[in-house]
């Protein structure tokens, strides 16, 4: 599936369409793929060699859309924040996978490369922001801690506590070297531009980059119900 300088733009239209028709038809029978990423992504090609199909494969880590989805899925690069969090995931898993997938075949470059977990969150409020404070309450407990650090203020006698993502060169809640906090929510390499970016080098109309960008930005929503669904992105205009 990849190739030295990414694949052609019309050749990645096709990959959303035979994928997002895959997506929407295993969530029919309620199944949730849970390790959507490049390798499992398979190319068929016609006896005339001139018409390919993308073909989803590999259900090992499939799960069961109607219950709670437990445990260690999704490979690194292409796991969603709420698996991460191991809280509230469904369907919506495989398409953050898939906004991921589609800027890596796009520019042979994977969107967000974390070595660890906490480091994949950097990478990701990097590109998206930060996570809102309502996100990070609804967050079990545990997890976290593990992740955030809360920082109260008082205003006019009134307590607001923000988030600190914490530091991905330490644990500690004292080294925050690096961090990105809820109260300043700023984007520092954020998709749109990084996109228009590289298509100096890709020369992709600039209106179809666009409607690539707002897929992408679509498919890697925080909010889950804000996330595009399989069908809703076969009549995406992109």
């Known amino acids: 599936l990849k190739h030295r300088c990414g694949l052609k733009i019309q050749t990645v239209k096709k990959l959303i369409l035979d994928i997002l028709t895959a997506l929407q038809y ?17 190319i068929d090609r016609d006896n005339s060699q001139s018409e390919i199909r993308f073909v989803l494969c590999d259900f090992g880590s499939a ?37 991921c997938i589609l800027y890596e075949v796009l520019f042979n470059c994977v969107l967000f490369r974390g070595k660890n977990e906490l480091e994949q969150l ?26 955030f650090v809360p920082v109260t203020t008082h ?7 923000t988030y600190i993502l914490k530091s991905i060169y330490s644990r500690s809640v004292i080294k925050l070297d ?8 700023k984007v520092s390499e954020d998709i749109t531009r990084n996109i228009m970016e590289k298509n100096k080098v890709t020369l992709i109309d600039e209106n179809i980059i666009i409607d690539f960008i ?20 076969l009549g995406h205009r992109f």
């Not at 950097?122 to 992740?147: L, P, Q, S, W």
Request: hydrophobic letters at 30%.
């Open 122 to 147: 950097h990478k990701i409020a990097r590109k998206r922001g930060m996570f809102t404070v309502e996100y990070i309450d609804k967050i079990n407990y545990r997890k976290r801690t593990i992740y």
């Open 214 to 233: 707002d897929l992408i930005l679509d498919m890697t929503e925080y909010e889950v119900h804000n996330r595009i669904t399989p069908s809703d992105g």
């Open 26 to 42: 295993i969530k029919t029978h309620n199944i949730v793929h849970a390790d959507l990423k490049p390798e499992n992504i398979l």
């Open 155 to 161: 205003i006019n006698g009134i307590s607001i506590t």
């Open 63 to 99: 799960c069961d859309g109607n219950s709670e989805i437990i445990g260690y899925n999704q490979s690194r690069f292409y796991r969603a924040p709420e698996t991460i969090f191991r809280d509230n995931c469904s369907y919506e898993i495989d398409m953050w996978s898939m906004g």
């Open 178 to 185: 690096n961090f990105w906090g809820t109260s300043d929510n």
